[in-house]
Each structure stands twice: as structure tokens, then as C-alpha cells.
């Protein structure tokens, strides 16, 4: 029962909301107009005017455009209806258009015409009631409790449409900001799948090229040999083809047959450096500290910086050797990777490698950066601090070298 009521309520304040104005308050002045003809049905021959009939109209028909123009109509309104009390041709026991806009100015009048307007009605009606008409103590506070209530309805009816835009305009806001939220969710996920594409498909490309162009020389030569930078090829572009197969995966929405596989950690370390080794680059991996187990977005971020290092390093610095250092500390993971190449050589694809490399070691809350070193070669130096909540592997010594 009180669904329905309330469900009728709703549908009848929107049909009143969404009405034409002018239609809306003519249908109020008409129902003012009824009470305020009593008076001159029921008075007797002779004591209706012509001025009375004008007066009692003025209290009536500028309530069409009270809401157009409401402080306007609220003192024409209250001058009639000041008149029609005075000369009392027929008078009206209760002013219906004065409540009226009683209403309306505390609805949608401003601060100064609500102010001053109820406080020159209300005076003017204790001055009337109780020197003109000389009320009786009660009547007198029934006669100024009714203009009262409908300023308080007035007030109440403005206090809740303006809190029904405020809440309008903060749905708006949300919605706006979940839709600003989505869109950095959809740029940061493109920014992670085109890092994690460029890391599989630069290394792992960079390997085959680099092996393909060293096959012709050894096929004659070599034949043996040939072979297995053959087979070096298939294998890279097998481990290509499944990572990049992981990274796609995100994009698609139905999973892919198998088990997928796991993300590369700190541990393929040295079987990235033997895989180098295969394309004439000697990797030296050296360890200080106590390695532990990191968050699996900072384990995948260190090995995909220095991954790209030496791919960067293969690619472009031409160089024999390259030491990786991993300096392992109470606050997180320094990582160090510098070849004897040349330091001029950077990435032809405009440097989106070394971009990568900063954007992955700031997303773990690191640093990194990237450059010519001081003794010659190409430097590259990242920061990834430690969450608190790692583990240390067992069986790791205080200082470890791979080369």
C-alpha cells in the first residue's frame, strides 16, 4: 500500500514538474479564484463593488506568472490584498492568493526578497488584525500561523530541489570520474600489453636476426654449427611465439588450450645469458646480497629491464660483454647492466625500449635510467624497493658470479 502511494507520488510529481509552467499556475489560479468568489455569492445586494471585484482579482490572476516572475506577483498580490481587507467590499476571511505567494517567494524568491517580504506581510497583517479588525489573541496567532506554514512549505520545497541537483550534479561528477578511471584503466593495460609485446617480440626477433645473418657464414664452413644456430632460431621463435601467445591472451576473452605459461622471473636469469651466448654476447651475472622472492609484478619487471638492456645491447652497442649485477639490499633490488659496445647506439624504434624500462620500474614504485657510461659502453641502472613481504631463497649465497 505504501509502494503504491509512493509510486503515485513520484509519477504525480513528475507530471507536475514536466507541466507548462502557464498551464500549471492558471490551474492554481482557478482554484484560488473559487474560494475568493464565495464572498460575493453569499453577500448581500448592494455591498459588492465594482473596486471590490477588482481588488479580489488582483489577489488571483497575477498568480499565472508567479512562478516567471514570483517577487513581482508577490507584491502585487500582497498591495491587492492589503486593499481588499481595507475596503472590505466584500472582504475575505482568508487572503487564499497572499498564501499563495507566501509559498512562492520562499520557493523561489532570493535571500533579500525572502527576508524582506516576510517580514513586511507579517507586520503588516499584526498592524491590520489587531487595530482594523481587532482580532481576539487567538485568532490574531491563527491569522499569522498560516502565512507562517506556507513560507515553511515554501522553504521545505526549495531546500529539496536544491538537494536534488546537488545530487544530480554529484551523479554527474561520479560518473564522469568512472568514466576518466576507465579510461586510464584501458591506457594503462594498452601501455603493460605493448610493453610486454615490444619486450617478446624486440628480444626475440633481435635473436633471430642476429643468428640468421651468422648462418650463411658457417652453413660452407662450418656445417655443424650452421646447424645449431638453425635450431637457435626455431627455439627463439618458439619462446617468442608462446609468450606473445600469454600477452594476447589478455586481449581475447576466451582462454587459451593448455596451461598458460608463467611469467619469466629472476630465476631465467642465467638462461637468458646462455641464450646470448649463442649470438657471440657473453653475460656476466653477478649477485651481492641475500636474493629473496619478490612481488611477481617486480620479479617480472627486473627481468624484463634487463632483458632489454641486452637486447638493446646486442642490437646496437656491438659489444662482446656485458655484466648484469644485482645488488640486493633490505630496501629492494638494484639492478645494473653495462656492455664494453659502443654508447651511441640507441634503439632504432625511437627509443620505446629504454621508455619501457622507466615506465616498468616506475610502476613498482622504482627508477631507472639509461645512458652512456663514463668508462664507455651503454649503462643501464633501475631501483625496484622491496613490499615488505618477500622471502629469501634458500640455499643463495652472500656473493654470486655467472659469467
Not at 459588492?48 to 489577489?59: D, K, R
Not at 594503462?188 to 628480444?203: F, G, K, P, S, T
Not at 589478455?250 to 619469466?264: D, E, I, V
Not at 620500474?361 to 622504482?366: Q, Y
Amino acid at each position: 500500500m505504501f509502494a503504491w502511494i509512493a509510486g503515485v507520488r513520484d509519477r504525480l510529481g513528475t507530471s507536475i514538474h514536466s507541466a507548462n509552467p502557464y498551464v500549471l499556475d492558471s490551474a492554481i489560479a482557478f482554484a484560488v479564484a473559487v474560494p475568493t468568489s464565495v464572498p460575493f455569492v453569499a453577500a448581500s445586494p448592494g455591498t459588492v463593488t465594482a473596486l471590490g471585484a477588482a481588488l479580489n482579482l488582483g489577489t488571483v490572476v497575477p498568480l499565472i506568472w508567479r512562478r516567471r516572475l514570483p517577487f513581482t506577483v508577490a507584491i502585487t498580490v500582497g498591495l491587492f490584498a492589503l486593499g481588499v481587507s481595507v475596503y472590505h467590499a466584500p472582504g475575505q476571511q482568508l487572503q487564499y492568493g497572499l498564501l499563495v505567494v507566501m509559498y512562492t517567494i520562499a520557493d523561489r524568491g532570493r535571500p533579500w526578497q525572502r527576508r524582506s517580504y516576510v517580514t513586511v506581510v507579517l507586520a503588516t497583517m499584526l498592524v491590520q488584525a489587531w487595530l482594523l479588525t481587532r482580532y481576539l489573541p487567538a485568532e490574531l496567532m491563527f491569522t499569522l500561523l498560516l502565512p507562517l506554514t506556507a513560507y515553511l512549505l515554501g522553504s521545505l520545497a526549495r531546500a529539496s530541489r536544491a538537494r536534488t541537483l546537488a545530487l544530480q550534479d554529484r551523479a554527474l561528477q561520479l560518473e564522469r570520474e568512472r568514466a576518466a578511471d576507465a579510461a586510464r584503466i584501458v591506457a594503462e593495460e594498452r601501455a603493460r600489453i605493448a610493453r610486454d609485446m615490444h619486450d617478446v617480440l624486440a628480444h626475440g626477433v633481435s635473436m633471430m636476426v642476429v643468428q640468421a645473418e651468422a648462418g650463411p657464414v658457417v652453413v660452407y664452413t662450418d656445417p655443424q654449427r650452421a646447424a645449431q644456430t638453425f635450431d637457435a632460431i626455431a627455439t627463439t621463435g618458439r619462446e617468442a611465439m608462446a609468450q606473445l601467445r600469454r600477452v594476447l591472451g589478455a586481449l581475447g576473452s576466451q582462454k587459451t588450450a593448455g596451461r598458460p605459461s608463467p611469467q619469466p622471473t629472476l630465476d631465467l636469469l642465467p638462461s637468458l645469458a646462455a641464450e646470448l651466448a649463442q649470438v657471440g654476447l657473453n653475460v656476466r651475472l653477478h649477485t651481492t646480497g641475500t636474493p629473496r622472492r619478490l612481488a611477481a609484478d617486480v620479479e617480472l619487471a627486473a627481468y624484463r629491464i634487463v632483458q632489454e638492456a641486452l637486447t638493446n645491447t646486442v642490437r646496437h652497442a656491438h659489444a662482446s660483454t656485458a655484466d648484469v649485477s644485482l645488488t640486493w639490499t633490505s630496501g629492494g633490488l638494484a639492478l645494473t647492466v653495462v656492455d664494453d659496445g659502443c654508447a651511441d647506439g640507441v634503439a632504432s624504434d625511437g627509443g620505446r625500449g629504454i621508455i619501457g624500462i622507466r615506465e616498468r620500474a616506475a610502476a613498482c614504485g622504482g627508477s631507472a635510467e639509461a645512458g652512456p657510461n663514463a668508462d664507455g659502453g651503454f649503462l643501464v641502472t633501475a631501483w625496484l624497493p622491496d613490499d615488505g613481504e618477500t622471502t629469501s631463497l634458500p640455499g643463495t649465497s652472500r656473493v654470486r658470479e655467472h659469467g
